[in-house]
């Protein structure tokens, strides 16, 4: 069964929508690439996939763990590089008050964010830049 079913918009713009909770996206090429930069581009949502994923990942150890990862934040930078013109760094900057967590639980939670299946699946060709700040 699909995942999720899209359409050209026109005017470099697609629609996604997610099949199984009827969640929809919207893409535009980017400013710099012939766009209006109005939506995510399609590699944005690659770059912002690796934070989510990391951050899912962190949930389901933290939940085991009995930790409570409410209120982490992370930004996500992209870069591309010009010739061919792809993804060259992601870089994901991790913010979160850990308090008094055990340091072993902490090891735990970055492994798991680094063995994410969206960092497992990105090509080795793309830096993967991760600062965990707690």
């Given at each position: 069964m699909p995942t999720l079913?899209?359409?050209?918009?026109?005017?470099?713009r697609t629609q996604m929508k997610h099949l199984q909770?009827?969640?929809e996206v919207i893409t535009d090429a980017p400013v710099d690439n012939n766009g209006k930069g109005e939506a995510f581009s399609p590699?944005?949502?690659v770059a912002a996939?690796?934070?989510s994923c990391m951050v899912t990942i962190m949930g389901i150890v933290a939940e085991r763990e009995g930790v409570e990862l409410s209120g982490m934040t992370w930004e996500v930078t992209k870069i591309m590089q010009a010739?061919?013109?792809?993804?060259?760094e992601i870089i994901v900057d991790f913010e979160w008050d850990a308090g008094t967590i055990d340091e072993k639980i902490i090891q735990k939670l970055k492994n798991a964010a680094k063995t994410c299946p969206v960092a497992l699946s990105l090509d080795p060709n793309i830096?993967?830049?991760?600062?965990?700040?707690?």
């Amino acid at each position: 069964m699909p995942t999720l079913k899209s359409s050209y918009l026109g005017n470099l713009r697609t629609q996604m929508k997610h099949l199984q909770s009827g969640t929809e996206v919207i893409t535009d090429a980017p400013v710099d690439n012939n766009g209006k930069g109005e939506a995510f581009s399609p590699t944005d949502l690659v770059a912002a996939a690796l934070g989510s994923c990391m951050v899912t990942i962190m949930g389901i150890v933290a939940e085991r763990e009995g930790v409570e990862l409410s209120g982490m934040t992370w930004e996500v930078t992209k870069i591309m590089q010009a010739q061919p013109r792809k993804i060259s760094e992601i870089i994901v900057d991790f913010e979160w008050d850990a308090g008094t967590i055990d340091e072993k639980i902490i090891q735990k939670l970055k492994n798991a964010a680094k063995t994410c299946p969206v960092a497992l699946s990105l090509d080795p060709n793309i830096s993967q830049t991760i600062n965990f700040n707690f």
